[in-house]
C-alpha cells in the first residue's frame, strides 16, 4: 500500500512541497507565526464559548482548554491562522500544543484527541489554500505544534522519590503517536516539535515521529525541532546545554533546530548564537516579546521585538524567525518587514561527519586529536561485587556514590550494567538511570548502557535525555536480529558498541576479528544508514596468561584487528573491556594494573579510541617498575612463553596485592 500523503495546493506532490520549503531556506528568512494563545486571550471567550454546543454536559470545566476552540470556535482559529499569514508569514502552527490524551487529561477530553488535531490541521490548512488565492506566488504551509505535555521524563515530580516518573517514555510515545496520527490525517507540511523543556519527552516525539514514518503508513514530511532554555543559565529545565541537546535530537535529521519560548530576543541571543554554530541543519528561533512583567504579560512593542530579532538576521544566525508568547500578527508583521531583505544563515559543515558527539547534561565531542576515553566500569554488577551489593540490596544512594566516584576520577563515560540473576535488570536499570539524571556531576557525562539482554538495553534509553551508546549488539543471532536491534538504536538516537561475534562465534584472530567487523559495518552504514562515526567495534579483549597456550596470542590479535579497522573502516571507533584481558590475575592489582597500562600503551597507538576501564586505578606506563614493565611486555606480544609463571613470582615476591 503506498503511503498516505496529503498534497499541498499549488504542488504537484508532497515531496516537491518540501523540496520547495528546502530551497527557499537556502534564498531568504522565512518567517513563522507567533503566538495562538494571546490571541485567543484577546477573544475574551467564557466558559459557554469554550464548550459550544457540543460540549455543553461535559463534567469538567473546559475554559482554558485552547486546543479545543478548534471543534467549538473553529471560525475563531481560521481567523487567527490568517492573520498571522497576512502578516507575513510562512508557516502557521496547528492549534495543538496541548493535544495529546496525556495534556488533555487535566479536562477529560482524551476522546477527542484524533479529532483535534486532525481538524486543527484542516482549518490551518484552509487558511493557507485561502491565503494562496491572494498571493499565487508564495506557498504557504502547516506546521503541525506538538508541545511537551505538562509532564516531565527526566524529572521527579516528588523531591521525596527522585526515581519516580509520573509519565513513561512509552506512555509519550502512545500519546504522541495518536497525536500525529491526526496531524498527518489532516495534511501538516511539517512537523513541529517545539518548546521542548525535557529532552527526553521530544525524544519519545521524535521515536513516534520516525515509527509512523518507517512503518511506512505515512510519507515523510520536514521535522522541526524547537528546545526552551528557560534562564540565563543556557541549559533546558531539564538541565541540558544547547549544544547537548542539539546533539541528542540530530539523530532525527530535523530540517530545522532553535530555540523559542522563556526568553525574549535579548536574552536569547548568546544561545541561540551556539546553537548556529554548532549544527549544521536549519535554524529556527521564535522568541517571547521580551519577559513578562509582574501580572505575566508581554510589554515589549512589534518595533522593538522587530528590532531585537533583527540582529540575528543581520549576523547570519537565523533561517527561520517567528514569535512565541506575548506576540500578535503585528510583531509578526515587523518582524518581516525588518528581516525579509537578509540573507539567510549558511551552515557550516556537519561536524558529524568527522567526529562522534555524545551528550548527558553537556556534550562530549571526540575525534582524531582527542585523548583516549576512559569509560567507568564500576557500574557493573557482574564486575564490581561492592555496586552489586549495594543494587541487590536496594542501597541506591551507595551505589549512585560510586558513579560520582568514577566521573571525579576521570571517566568520560559510565558503563551502568544491571545484568545479575538476581536482579529485575529492567526495574534496576530505569531506577538508577532515573536517580543518575538528579545528579548533575554525574549526569553531565554520557551513558553506556550496558546488557546483554536487549530488553534491558532499551530500558535504559527510554531513561536517558542524552546521546548514549548501546552495548552492545551483534551478528550472534544472525542478519535479522542485529539490524532490527541496530535500526532501534538508531531511533532511541544512541551510538552503538557492535562485538565482534556471529553466528559461528566469538571472533579470536585478527581475520575473523576484521572479518565480522566489516560485515557489520557494511550492514550498519549500507542498510541502517548509521553515521560511520557512531559504530564503536569491540574487537574482544580477551584473557592471556591462563596456562593455555592458544590464549597466549590474544592481545597481539586485538591489536592488529583494531590497526586493520582503523585502516579500512572510515570513521568506526574501536572500545573493549580492558579488564578481561588480566582475569587469571584477579586479586593482583599491581599486576593487573600494569597489564593494563601496557596493553593501552599500544592499543592506544593502533587506534585504540576508548576503553571500559576503573580511571582511578591505571598505573602511567613510565611510572612501571622496569622488570615488571619487562614481563609485561613479554605477555603482551607473546614473546616469552613463562610469562605467567614470572607474573605470579612478581606478585608472590613484592607482597600482598590488595583485592
Known amino acids: 500500500m503506498a503511503p498516505i500523503s496529503t498534497v499541498p495546493t499549488g504542488f504537484e506532490s508532497r515531496c516537491a512541497a518540501t523540496e520547495y520549503i528546502e530551497n527557499e531556506l537556502t534564498k531568504r528568512i522565512m518567517f513563522l507565526d507567533g503566538a495562538m494563545g494571546t490571541q485567543i486571550q484577546e477573544l475574551r471567550l467564557s466558559e459557554e464559548d469554550f464548550r459550544g454546543d457540543r460540549f455543553t454536559d461535559h463534567t469538567h470545566d473546559l475554559k482554558g482548554n485552547n486546543d479545543l476552540l478548534v471543534l467549538t470556535q473553529p471560525r475563531a482559529i481560521y481567523q487567527i491562522h490568517l492573520n498571522y499569514l497576512l502578516a507575513g508569514a510562512d508557516f502557521v502552527e496547528t492549534n495543538t ?17 484524533y479529532e483535534l488535531n486532525k481538524v486543527a490541521t484542516e482549518i490551518a490548512r484552509d487558511a493557507c489554500v485561502d491565503m494562496l488565492k491572494e498571493t499565487p506566488d508564495r506557498p504557504r504551509f502547516v506546521c503541525g505544534a506538538i508541545g511537551p505535555t505538562n509532564r516531565t521524563c527526566s524529572i521527579s515530580p516528588s523531591v521525596e522519590n527522585p526515581s519516580f516518573r509520573n509519565v513513561t517514555f512509552d506512555e509519550l510515545v502512545t500519546a504522541y503517536t495518536e497525536q500525529i496520527r491526526g496531524l498527518l490525517d489532516g495534511g501538516a507540511d511539517v512537523l513541529l516539535v517545539e518548546t521542548i523543556f525535557d529532552t527526553l519527552n521530544a525524544k519519545a516525539a521524535l521515536f513516534a515521529i520516525d515509527t509512523l514514518f518507517d512503518d511506512g503508513v505515512y510519507e515523510r514530511l520536514p521535522v522541526f525541532v524547537s528546545g526552551t532554555i528557560v534562564d540565563q543559565s543556557g541549559r533546558t ?3 541540558q546545554t544547547g549544544e547537548a541537546f542539539v546533539t541528542s535530537v540530530s539523530h532525527a535529521e530535523p530540517l530545522a533546530i532553535g530555540l523559542n519560548c522563556a526568553l525574549g530576543a535579548n536574552q536569547m541571543r548568546p544561545f541561540i548564537q551556539n546553537i548556529s554554530s554548532f549544527t549544521a541543519k536549519n535554524v529556527i528561533c521564535y522568541p517571547n516579546a521580551g519577559l513578562p512583567n509582574t501580572f505575566g ?17 543581520r549576523e ?20 518581516h518587514d525588518a ?17 562522534m558527539i555524545l551528550s548527558g547534561l553537556e556534550p562530549l565531542i571526540y575525534d582524531k586529536h582527542t585523548n583516549f576515553l576512559n569509560i567507568g566500569e564500576r557500574c557493573n554488577v557482574a564486575g564490581s561485587r561492592k555496586f552489586a551489593r549495594h543494587v541487590i540490596n536496594n542501597e541506591y544512594e551507595d551505589a549512585l556514590a560510586i558513579a560520582r566516584t568514577q566521573v571525579e576520577n576521570g571517566g568520560q563515560i559510565i558503563d551502568i550494567n544491571m545484568d545479575e540473576g538476581m536482579l529485575d535488570g529492567i526495574a534496576a536499570m530505569t531506577k538508577f538511570l532515573n536517580l543518575i539524571s538528579t ?30 551508546i548501546v552495548n552492545s549488539i551483534s551478528l550472534k543471532e544472525g542478519e535479522e536480529d542485529f539490524l532490527r536491534k541496530a535500526r532501534l538504536v538508531k531511533r532511541y538516537g544512541a551510538a552503538v558498541v557492535v562485538m565482534a561475534f556471529d553466528e559461528v562465534g566469538q571472533a579470536v584472530d585478527r581475520e575473523y576479528k576484521f572479518r565480522v567487523c566489516e560485515r557489520s559495518y557494511r550492514l550498519l552504514v549500507d542498510k541502517v544508514g548509521f553515521n560511520p562515526n557512531d559504530i564503536i567495534f569491540d574487537p574482544n579483549i580477551l584473557t592471556i596468561c591462563t596456562g593455555m597456550e592458544e590464549h597466549n596470542n590474544y592481545g597481539v590479535e586485538f591489536i592488529e584487528a583494531t590497526a586493520d579497522i582503523k585502516a579500512k573502516l572510515p570513521g568506526a571507533k574501536i572500545s573493549g573491556g580492558v579488564s578481561n584481558l588480566s582475569f587469571s590475575f584477579r586479586g593482583k592489582e599491581t599486576i593487573r594494573q600494569a597489564m593494563h597500562s601496557v596493553f593501552l600503551y599500544h592499543a592506544i597507538k593502533a587506534g585504540m579510541d576508548m576503553g571500559i576501564v576503573n580511571p582511578g586505578f591505571l598505573t602511567i606506563y613510565d611510572e612501571i617498575p622496569k622488570d615488571l614493565l619487562e614481563i609485561c611486555e613479554n605477555a603482551l606480544w607473546n614473546r616469552d612463553p613463562e610469562s605467567t609463571e614470572k607474573l605470579l613470582e612478581y606478585a608472590q615476591t613484592h607482597g600482598k596485592d590488595s583485592v
Do not use: W
Request: hydrophobic fraction near 40%; include cysteine; glycine fraction near 10%.
Open 237 to 239: 529545565l531539564s538541565g
Open 316 to 335: 547570519g544566525l537565523v533561517n527561520i524567525l517567528g514569535g512565541c508568547c506575548g506576540t500578535t500578527p503585528k510583531h509578526i508583521k515587523a518582524i
Open 339 to 355: 528581516c525579509k531583505d537578509f540573507k539567510p544563515r549558511v551552515a557550516g559543515a556537519d561536524i558529524r561527519k568527522e567526529k
Open 297 to 313: 504579560e508581554y510589554d515589549e512593542s512589534p518595533e522593538a521585538m522587530a528590532a531585537n530579532v533583527s540582529v540575528f538576521a
Open 97 to 113: 500544543f496541548s493535544g495529546t490524551t496525556i495534556a488533555q487529561a487535566d479536562y477529560g477530553m482524551e476522546s477527542v484527541v
Open 439 to 468: 545528579e548533575p556531576d554525574v549526569a553531565r557525562v554520557p551513558i553506556m548502557v550496558d546488557s546483554s539482554n536487549f530488553d534491558v538495553v532499551e530500558a535504559g534509553l527510554k531513561c536517558a535525555q542524552g546521546k548514549c
